[in-house]
């Protein structure tokens, strides 16, 4: 069987839209204004999202799903928001349990409105269940097992009120397999049009499904890399906090990268595949590790020497980056010299994006955050592969 | 993509709450005619395109991250990704919003040359946007573009655009 890596680009409009009916369905609920801030689909192990979600509480609503898409969507509020929200609906913190399951139930509706109109098939949902959970608990049923499976994932912004929050849905592996397959043949033909005869066409992009799982290693394997080589550079104790392939709308990774000033690196992938890597410190991180990394304290935060010792470190994290790709893939992958970036974090990562944007619409997102033990310095590692070229490192992998 | 975006029954004037807040993300439109405020954050070799009608007070906003449509073998349209398409589809949104073209007048923010890595995309987005505005008859009336900084602004009621640099330095356009 094989999908088109773009049939992921029309499931992950379907989300971005069934979370803007979220949206208005809590916004009318709630007298605020919300925003879609981001949507994406992500690849992952059960092992990988154990570790992302470590340590976060979160409350929620879950329903059992039937008919057009078949296993379990999950919306979750982060416990510490819990308050916020309660002040907005109606009734108050005094209907707590029941509030939240009343919202959960009003966004899943508006969210799966959106997959059954797509689908051209009605979604049934069980009743919301209300449950409190500790870190990957929050995930759907059978999030945690297999070697590759789908998420969705929408963050919301509600303007005026400090109020977001997360749907996961984890569609059981056979039916959705299936809505993929479906969708790679819509996706080819729009593609073909789209493309108006470019080189490639869309089977530039299709792979093997069993070449997903692939994905998550390389998130895995990549951040690792990065980390242990920080570790031999500084001698701290460096791990990975989170590692995760996400396949998401270009537009939307810098108001993920968001607006707080950011200093680090960003450097160009030259190989198979090519694009961007990114990795970037908010300034108090930069200035520790910085410090840490250098012989005297500095007579600036983020100065000359400051900015030496941080190209350095992006230079062996993202060495250590490419080796792990390529280790998975079996390519070669250069990168060229660091250039130090200190600026809004967006507006940062928009000349990737906007560069990237002239081939494709989505792209897949790694996401590592890297913590040293010691100092306070934690980092986000944003990889911007080139998609085409993606695809066919992976099929290349599948046919050896 | 945002379109003209409800209001509800929840506009300012009516309540004396503060200008509802409209959000444009990266590659994307929006306009109003309800005195909301409407933003966009972290420019950087992207350009945002504010256009107002000063007599309706419509208002839209454009946030485009490529020059030009022209060649390029993206999958999707998506208009406003682009300064040309994202312009023209803007100036038609904000003559159905109610504002004349004819009236329109134009603010111009970004296009900084980030990174060495691709020096090039922040101007070529600020040299489109004034062609196509010219093309269009639409004056600038005040610009803030160029250098290695990223922007963020809001665009008020009456036509004021505040721009915050990355370095903490504001101004009203």
Redesign the interface.
């Known amino acids: 069987m094989r999908v088109d890596v773009r049939a992921l680009g029309a499931c992950n409009r379907l989300a971005e839209r069934g979370a803007e009916r979220a949206a208005n369905a809590l916004g009318e609920l709630t007298g605020s204004d919300l925003a879609v801030e981001v949507t994406g689909a992500s690849v992952a192990t059960g092992e990988d999202l154990a570790e992302a979600f470590s340590g976060r509480e979160s409350i929620g609503v879950r329903v059992g799903l039937d008919g057009g898409l078949e296993g379990q969507a999950v919306l979750a509020f982060d416990a510490e928001q819990i308050d916020g929200l309660l002040s907005v609906l109606p009734g108050g913190a005094s209907m707590g349990r029941s509030a939240v399951t009343e919202v959960g139930n009003i966004a899943l509706g508006g969210f799966l409105d959106g997959w059954a109109n797509y689908l051209g098939r009605a979604i049934d949902m069980t009743p919301p269940r209300y449950f409190e959970a500790d870190g990957a608990a929050v995930l759907p049923d059978g999030a945690l097992a297999g070697d590759g499976v789908f998420l969705f994932e929408s963050r919301l912004d509600a303007t005026g009120t400090d109020l977001d929050f997360s749907i996961y849905m984890l569609p059981d592996s056979g039916p959705f397999r299936d809505l993929v397959v479906g969708k790679t043949a819509t996706a080819a033909t729009v593609g073909a049009e789209g493309a108006g005869g470019s080189a490639g066409g869309a089977n530039a992009t299709a792979v093997p499904y069993e070449s997903l799982s692939t994905f998550a290693s390389l998130a895995k394997r990549g951040s690792a890399n990065a980390a242990d080589n920080i570790g031999m550079m500084t001698g701290l104790e460096t791990t990975v906090d989170v590692s995760r392939l996400r396949f998401v709308p270009l537009a939307d990774v810098p108001s993920e990268v968001g607006t707080e000033p950011h200093a680090g690196t960003v450097f160009e992938l030259q190989g198979k595949p090519s694009g961007y890597l990114a990795i970037l410190f908010s300034e108090e991180s930069a200035a520790a590790i910085a410090e840490a990394m250098l012989p005297m304290e500095p007579d600036q935060p983020l100065g000359d020497m400051a900015e030496n010792a941080l190209c350095e470190l992006g230079n062996v994290m993202t060495s250590g980056f490419i080796d792990g790709w390529a280790n998975v893939l079996g390519t070669s992958i250069s990168h060229s010299p660091p250039e130090f970036v200190h600026d809004i974090g967006s507006a940062t990562v928009s000349p990737l994006v906007a560069s990237l944007s002239r081939r494709q619409d989505y792209g897949f997102v790694i996401d590592a955050a890297i913590r040293t033990e010691g100092i306070q310095a934690r980092c986000d590692v944003y990889a911007l592969p080139d998609e085409r070229e993606l695809a066919a490192a992976l099929e290349r992998l599948s046919e050896t | 993509m945002s379109h003209l975006t409800p209001s509800g029954d929840?506009t300012a004037s009516n309540r004396g709450e503060?200008p509802?807040?409209?959000?444009v993300?990266?590659?994307?439109l929006a306009v109003v005619n309800d005195g909301a405020t409407l933003t966009t954050?972290?420019?950087?070799?992207?350009v945002a395109v504010a256009l107002v009608d000063p007599v309706t007070d419509t208002r839209g906003l454009l946030h485009a991250?490529?020059p030009s449509a022209d060649g390029?073998?993206?999958?999707?349209?998506?208009p406003a990704?682009y300064v040309d398409s994202g312009l023209g589809t803007l100036v038609d949104e904000l003559a159905s919003a109610g504002a004349s073209p004819a009236r329109l007048e134009a603010r111009l923010v970004g296009g900084?040359e980030?990174?060495?890595?691709?020096a090039a995309?922040?101007p070529r987005n600020v040299d489109r946007a004034r062609e196509c505005l010219e093309d269009a008859g639409i004056p600038i009336v005040a610009s803030d573009v160029g250098d290695?900084?990223?922007?963020?602004v809001r665009f008020l009621s009456g036509g004021d655009l505040a721009v915050r640099a990355?370095d903490g330095f504001e101004r009203t356009l």
Do not use: E
């Open positions: 929840r503060p509802r807040r409209v959000k993300g990266v590659g994307d954050s972290g420019l950087g070799s992207c991250m490529l390029n073998a993206s999958h999707t349209p998506r990704k900084a980030m990174l060495d890595l691709t995309v922040g290695a900084v990223g922007r963020t990355a």
